[in-house]
């Protein structure tokens, strides 16, 4: 049986690494899954309830979240406690420091989600550079059949 090179043991060492492979991205697509749920607020009347516009986006650095949420920070910022109104670049300031401090508590999970998104494009690749080779190696074989 030894003698057979691959043959039956070679393919079930294929089959497991294929079921390993399986399970590894249904592991990280389990882990992706929970950590968008993360980003999602929580529903109305539990936990303050936070606008879904006012939760960071997976990918979305703190300049963009920023950027996409100024006119509510902006309105927070000049409704400042001391009642003074504040000038228009303090205002910016203060606003994108409301800003940082929604965004903070979830970067590890955007963090994540960043992880998992190069590892899954990664596997991808991969996935397309066995293909290729596969199918170079079927072509060579027919071609040595001729």
């Given at each position: ?8 043991g ?21 882990e ?9 607020p ?25 950027a ?8 927070r ?19 994108f420091?409301l800003?940082?401090?929604?965004y903070?508590?979830?970067?590890p ?38």
């Amino acid at each position: 049986d030894d003698d057979e090179g691959e043959g039956a043991g070679g393919t079930r060492r294929g089959s497991e690494r294929k079921l390993l492979r399986q399970m590894e991205r249904g592991a990280r697509d389990e882990e992706r899954r929970t950590l968008e749920d993360a980003l999602l607020p929580p529903p109305d009347g539990a936990g303050g309830g936070a606008a879904p516009t006012l939760v960071p986006r997976a990918g979305e650095a703190l300049a963009e979240f920023y950027a996409r949420t100024a006119p509510h920070w902006t309105a927070r910022a000049t409704a400042a406690p001391d009642g003074d109104a504040p000038e228009d670049k303090e205002t910016k300031r203060r606003g994108f420091e409301l800003a940082r401090g929604r965004y903070e508590p979830y970067r590890p999970v955007l963090e994540r989600l960043e992880e998992l998104r190069a590892e899954e494009e990664r596997a991808e690749a991969r996935r397309g550079e066995r293909r290729e080779k596969r199918k170079k190696e079927k072509k060579k074989s027919k071609k040595d059949e001729e």
